[in-house]
T-cell receptor, first 116, second 113 residues
Framework: KNQVEQSPQSLIILEGKNCTLQ??????????LRWYKQDTGRGPVSLTI?????NTKSNGRYTATLDADTKQSSLHITASQLSDSASYIC???????????????FGQGTILTVHP | EAGVTQFPSHSVIEKGQTVTLRCDPI?????LYWYRRVMGKEIKFLLH????????ESGMPNNRFLAERTGGTYSTLKVQPAELEDSGVYFC???????????FGPGTRLTVL
């Protein structure tokens, strides 16, 4: 069983609508959680990074939340655009403060398709 | 600032052959990571360099995989001999110590026939 589980596996929405993607993790030790966007044929690009003490972080139309007690995170996308069509990946990092000293654990991703 | 680059973008080889993948990190980034995504699975960690030293190679699948980072700049990942299950997309990422964000390259798609 993967230590980072995402739902749904895929999602189709209409342009302009909002959506929320879910992530549950069991990775331990844990100190930061990231959301990445991966366009087809490209590498993942970081959207947000949250430490265990942060509850929410925004990046434009993207807002991530984190509940470290229940080990759940969500990514909310507001007013979706066609360019939001991509895979969204929840990633857990093992080190404190977002410093980059260890391996990341990836979820399988949610494939989002935005239709006009 | 140039991003992380990887070469080649695609590679198709036959089982038993050797392939070498290259990654050029962002200039000044001392951390370099290799990851792999096989069909239908999540991206998985292979190894981590800090400058030229292997910090963590716990994700390397077996001794057919050899990673190097001579001089602490670019890195190579050699697969010898390649097997069918090695097919997938190999990503490289780099970061600067103390600045948490990793930057990923576009990946190399490896197909072993």
């Amino acid at each position: 069983k993967n230590q980072v589980e995402q739902s749904p596996q895929s999602l189709i929405i209409l342009e302009g609508k909002n959506c929320t993607l879910q992530c549950n993790y069991t990775v331990s030790p844990f100190s930061n959680l990231r959301w990445y966007k991966q366009d087809t044929g490209r590498g993942p690009v970081s959207l947000t990074i949250m430490t265990f003490s942060e509850n929410t972080k925004s990046n434009g139309r993207y807002t991530a939340t984190l509940d470290a007690d229940t080990k759940q995170s969500s990514l909310h996308i507001t007013a979706s655009q066609l360019s939001d069509s991509a895979s969204y990946i929840c990633v857990v990092g093992p080190n404190a403060g977002g410093t980059s000293y260890g391996k990341l654990t990836f979820g399988q991703g949610t494939i989002l398709t935005v239709h006009p | 600032e140039a991003g992380v680059t990887q070469f080649p973008s695609h590679s198709v080889i036959e089982k038993g052959q050797t392939v070498t993948l290259r990654c050029d990190p962002i200039s000044g980034h001392d951390n370099l990571y290799w990851y792999r995504r096989v069909m239908g699975k999540e991206i998985k960690f292979l190894l981590h360099f800090v400058k030229e030293s292997k910090q963590d190679e716990s994700g390397m699948p077996n001794n057919r995989f050899l990673a190097e980072r001579t001089g602490g700049t670019y890195s190579t990942l050699k697969v010898q001999p390649a097997e069918l299950e090695d097919s997938g997309v190999y990503f490289c990422a780099s970061s600067k110590s103390g600045r948490g964000r990793e930057y990923f390259g576009p990946g190399t798609r490896l197909t072993v026939l």
